[in-house]
């Protein structure tokens, strides 16, 4: 049987929600440096995560098999999305659970909202999650006049103090627990006055501050991590058992999945239990795993939804060089090993995902062409850091220097008024064009001399090329160029053949 379709093929929908930026990286990641509080915290926090990774990862002999398998999983995965998540669908459905498709942050914060407001309820208890960040799921059922409860640790701590995450796993990383305890006092309103800011007592505050809410709610929403379409499975990884308690004691469960996060079999589960504890905290293995399969009659959620997430991914899918980023199971440890984010912080990258993810995420998923994201790609040194901790080896400097390229493309054309870069990039085509082109170049090369005076250094140059001298200074160029020389010293008639030197100024 074959299909005709009509019409030209719709183009791919990009993200939107909290994948954009507000402002340019360079400016935002400037007013973070000036904070000397968070970089104290991060350098700090990143540190230790990252000894903590090195341990376990040298425990294992097999690790960088463990590595190929999961990156071999994640490529065959995207290659046959589509058929895997009709595969998903069926035995997700077949066992009670009900699918809705969303094609971006709107549609999914639609779908949700309607699904509480069905149950009369108007507070809900959430997971931490990824994909609900990114569509704001949070501010949108604040909108409609439903209160999300966060119960992770870390993001109760972003939420009361009425913050942005700054990094995948560790949101309130950039924050210390005398800050934490200032919090808690400030906003919660049955906390101890006495309270002090030891992490077991801080701990406990939050306990107590969530308890009253896991034993009150009736709907809970989570993200997954991953969704194995062989049995229609959903898995939620986490180390504070609060998850445990949203999966389980609500009636009704929605979960917001992005689509990318399907893997083909439950034996695929066994390589990434592996590769995400011990990449993302540091550890053999995490203390809460949780996996359901639909509706279980009596035991758990009875009325369950999952939202399959596009918002982008398509779209990033679409890349061919790109899709690997699709790849990610959100361990954060290329942020953590990350040059940049540890002096920046996550804020710096306006986007939900931060850090070298972030990085090339973002702009696939929105579009190298939106304004604010397409700084990112050059939010990187390129040291590879990010490549050798990534568990699923995403070769991120390489898809960064290929986001650049497309920056770079998609501007073509579009510039009226020509650039610095422009002019220089014409210069040197007109310089290196031909040999008496050069030459005349060439002649010029005293007047540098002069410029650097008699330290023999030019400090300061000027437009684009200033920030080359920012932070170093240029020697002061030779009174004549390796050609000039040349041509000189192998004149007819001089006294030096070829084969042999000079001493003196060389270019
Ligand atoms: S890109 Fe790799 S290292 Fe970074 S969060 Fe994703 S899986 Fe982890």
Redesign the pocket.
Known sequence: MSNTFLGMPSLPVFGSGNLNATEPFPKAARRELANTQLRANLGHATATIRDKRLKVVAELPDWEDMRDSGSAIKDATMANLPALLEQFEANFTVRGGVIHWARDAQEANEIVTALIQATGESEVVKVKSMATQEIGLNEYLQEQGIAAYETDLAELIVQLDHDKPSH?LVPAIHKNRSQIREIFLREMVDVDPGLSDDPARLAEAARKHLRKKFLSAKVAVSGANFGLAETGTLTVVESEGNGRMCLTLPETLITVMGIEKLLPSFTDLEVFMQLLPR??TGERMNPYTSLWTGVTPGDGPQNVHLVMLDNGRTAALADKMGRT?L?????????NVCPVYERTGGHAYGSTYP???GAILSPLMTGITSEENNSLPYASSLCGA?YD????K?N?PEVLVHLRGEDVDSTRGKVKVPTQMDLMMKGAQWAFSSGSHLNLLEKGLPLGKLVAGRNKVIKKLPGIAAGWTQSRDIPAPPSQSFRQWWAKEHKPGSAVGPGTTTEGEQA
Do not use: K, Q, T, Y
């Not at 901790?389 to 699923?392: E, I, K």
């Open positions: 995948i990449s993302s980023a790849n990610c199971i959100r361990c954060s440890a290329c942020m850090g070298p993810i990010c901790a990534c568990p699923v995403i991120i």
